[in-house]
């Protein structure tokens, strides 16, 4: 069970919006340490999506935004494409546990 | 273009042993703080290993606490991970990856291809 609360699932119609949380406690999040997000497609390395809650590296689409407030973060993709279907994880450190985590992963689906 | 290749993983019996490497390239190797990412078949991502640019400060797991060695070579650009006693709950493929920030709440910026460890008799 990690400290960071993914939902297992998420789905959209190609062209929607959807949205990925991350839930965590004032340990993380809430203790004001950076949020990061990954995108895993099937098969392969991980790859950086967002850094420090809301800063897109150089080649990804703008399509893909970060927020993070209180004690959660979300990643947004607007404009869903089939290529988006992949598995998505967030990423914090814990002041409790000393070191860093990552939620559990949500596999979202291009219906 | 950095590129981060791991070698040295492979079917081990449980309560054996495996020394996984990572060659680095394409970028200055003792600035940055690299750690060990793994994924258990059909699971998500566990934080295992993160180490200093120059090698000084570690960081483990509870779950590999006193049987995982991570270690560098900063003149071979080469990361070291020293597994023993080997469970199946070990069984993953691990990703060598190159951190931006302090090793202890850094984030990756480059990943690895991942290599894959199987622990079983």
């Known amino acids: 069970q990690s400290v960071l609360t993914q939902p297992p699932s998420v789905s959209g119609a190609p062209g929607q919006r959807v949205t990925i949380s991350c839930t965590g406690s004032s340990s993380n999040i809430g203790a004001h340490y950076d949020v990061h997000w990954y995108q895993q497609l099937p098969g392969t390395a991980p790859k950086l999506l967002i850094y420090a809650n809301t800063n897109r590296p150089s080649g990804v689409p703008d399509r893909f935004s970060g927020s993070k407030s209180g004690t959660s973060a979300s990643l947004a993709i607007t404009g869903l494409q089939a290529e988006d279907e992949a598995d998505y994880y967030c990423q914090s450190y814990d002041s409790s546990l000393g070191g860093v985590m990552f939620g559990g992963g949500t596999k979202l689906t291009v219906l | ?121």
């Open chain 2, 1 to 121: 273009e950095v590129q981060l290749v791991e070698s040295g993983g492979g079917l081990v019996q449980p309560g054996g042993s495996l020394r996984l490497s990572c060659a680095a390239s394409g970028f200055t190797f003792n600035i940055y703080a690299m750690s060990w990412v793994r994924q258990a078949p059909g699971k998500g991502l566990e934080w295992v290993s993160p180490i200093s640019d120059s090698g000084g400060s570690t960081y483990y797991a509870d779950s590999v606490k006193g049987r995982f060695t991570i270690s560098r070579d900063n003149s071979k650009n080469t990361l070291y991970l020293q597994m023993n006693s080997l469970r199946a709950e070990d069984t993953a493929v691990y990703y060598c990856a190159k951190l931006i920030g302090a090793y202890s709440y850094g984030y990756v910026d480059y990943w690895g291809q991942g290599t894959l460890v199987t622990v079983s008799s």
